[in-house]
């Protein structure tokens, strides 16, 4: 029995041995024309670090997106899709090694004494009923010698790390999000401010222009005017109040809170005025630093995962061996199943070539180089939309900034414009229109005053996104775990990316859960 087994395990390691051949095409980085450094950009001393949100000293802010980043619902479930890849890249590593199974029989029969030929009757001496007790041990293996299970497991480990990646750029997007959704709130609340104080203002000047109107001092002109001005702060104030509302829902939301909270008022921190703008990029910055994306990162580790099923298809045109054995006893009682005699092996081995498929075998390959060519250019367009993001975040900061200062200027101006129209009107100087046009122009600059301030704001947002969330100080930490897939990606094209890519993605993806505030 033994040195049956024996010739069994042998061939099992021949066999392992003889599977290190892969028909997966070497892995190359799609070529681009990428730019060493962006060129014209404002210096600053002050570098932007992975926790951009901080920046704006708003303690509100800070809390808020901790809290959308622990409860946000989006997130919960994109933890789930990475412990699902893990679930999957695990089934793929389990097909690298052999299946041991184990059984236990119990088998009663009687024969019939009618049958053809049959040996049991009334003057035979053999029993018609006769019992048998089995155990085994079996196992099976299909010899990868074509690297189509190994392809696979590297497509599945590659797709974890692709979830991974996506689940950083998804917290990015939600960081951006929270803080971009603040911003409008605040904005909301100062258009809605300066609705309530421009209200007033007409109201009290309405309830006087009404008393020179009766006294005959007013003609009905101006009086329906000043009115028809009143009614329109009343509606700007009406619509802000909606804007409000929606804006606050829709933070509620997006911080992953409970439906009882979502009819709750959300909190407020620094006024939108008092709001610090951070720095823009410094002069000079390596391209690479954007190719660090984690959405740039996920389609490369797309490219590669296209790129193993490729191998994985090839294989499939090359025969398929499986080796099988087995190892157990049987007996006619429990208490001889133990015995030398009552032992039972198998062993062998199985070939199996495709000869004819109707073509499936080939069009798989093709589906394989065509999601391949999708991968490639997926990943050169999101290169492309990286560095657009750049250019125009970076341009709208700088031009936004601007707008706030001219903005403010022309309020200022019109302030003054307003007060001097009154003067002149109360003295007969000037009519009525030209006070009306003054403190419209005043009323539009004011309200587009709070939408500037919102704007340069989120701009500097759009560049954190943009960059894939910030750039660092030396020394500086994440503000969550990144795996490391520099060392990831070297490993998948060396062929040994193993179950520590799957650890690693597991850890990133732990790390993630424990890093979020209790």
């Known amino acids: ?81 990475i412990r699902s890849a893990a679930a999957q890249a695990g089934v793929g590593s389990s097909a690298l090694w052999p299946s041991l199974n184990a059984g236990a029989d119990l088998t009663a029969e009687g024969g019939s004494e009618k049958m053809a030929n049959s040996s049991f009757g009334p003057h035979s001496t053999a029993s018609r009923w006769y019992t048998n007790y089995q155990g085994q041990l079996a196992a099976s293996w299909e010899v990868d010698f074509w690297g189509a299970t190994r392809n696979n497991y590297t497509r599945l480990t590659n797709i974890l790390l692709q979830t991974v990646l996506n689940q950083e ?22 258009q809605l401010e300066t609705a309530k104080r421009t209200l007033k203002t007409r109201e009290d000047a309405l309830r006087i222009y009404t008393s020179r109107y009766r006294l ?17 702060a009343r509606a700007t104030v009406h619509t802000t109040t909606i804007a409000l509302d929606e804006a606050e829902a829709s933070l509620a939301v997006l911080l992953g809170r409970q439906p009882r909270e979502i009819w709750q008022k959300v909190e407020r921190g620094t006024r939108l005025d008092k709001l610090p703008t951070p720095p823009v990029l410094p002069e000079g910055l390596p391209s690479d630093l954007l190719l660090r994306r984690p959405d740039i990162r996920a389609a490369e580790f797309g490219i ?89 975040s970076l341009t709208a900061q700088a031009e936004r900034d601007r707008i706030v200062k001219a903005t403010q200027a022309q309020v200022d101006s019109l302030r003054r414009a307003a007060n001097i129209a009154r003067i002149q009107y109360d003295n007969g ?17 004011e309200l587009s005053l709070a939408t500037a301030l919102q704007n340069r704001l989120s701009s500097v947002v759009s560049v954190c996104m943009a960059l894939g969330g910030g750039w660092e100080d030396p020394g500086a930490k994440a503000s969550f775990p990144i795996i490391d897939t520099d060392e990831l990606v070297n490993a998948q094209r060396k062929g040994t990316v193993g179950i520590r890519a799957e650890k690693a993605a597991a850890a990133a993806a732990a790390g993630e859960e424990a890093a979020s505030p209790r």
């Open 429 to 445: 100087y000037t009519d009525y229109l030209t006070v009306l046009d003054a403190e419209r122009e005043l009323f539009a600059a």
């Open 216 to 232: 005959g001092e007013l003609t009905e002109l101006d009086w329906q005017r000043a009115k028809a001005e009143v009614e329109t």
């Open 169 to 190: 750029a998804l917290r990015l997007s939600i960081a951006g999000q929270v803080a971009q959704s603040y911003f409008a709130m605040l904005s909301y609340d100062m």
């Open 1 to 81: 029995m033994f040195p049956h087994m024996t010739r069994l395990l042998v061939c099992l390691v021949l066999a392992a041995s003889l599977c290190a051949c892969s028909l997966a095409p070497d892995y190359e980085q799609p070529k681009m024309d990428i730019p060493e450094a962006w060129t014209k950009l404002t210096p600053s001393s002050q570098p932007l670090n992975m926790d951009w949100w901080t920046r704006f000293n708003d303690p509100v802010l800070n809390a808020m997106v901790e809290e959308a980043l622990k409860n946000n619902q989006d997130l919960a479930a994109g933890m789930a899709g």
């Open 304 to 392: 590669m995962a296209a790129n193993s099923s490729i191998g994985e298809a090839r294989a499939r045109f090359f025969p398929s061996v499986s080796l099988t054995g087995a190892l157990g006893t049987l007996a006619a009682a429990v208490s001889n199943l133990f015995s030398g005699p009552a032992a039972i092996w198998s062993y062998g081995a199985t070939v199996s070539l495709p000869i004819f498929s109707g073509g499936q075998t080939w069009y798989n390959l093709k589906n394989a180089e065509a999601l391949k060519e999708q991968a490639e250019a997926t990943y050169r367009q999101t290169v492309m939309e990286a560095f657009r993001d750049v250019r125009t």
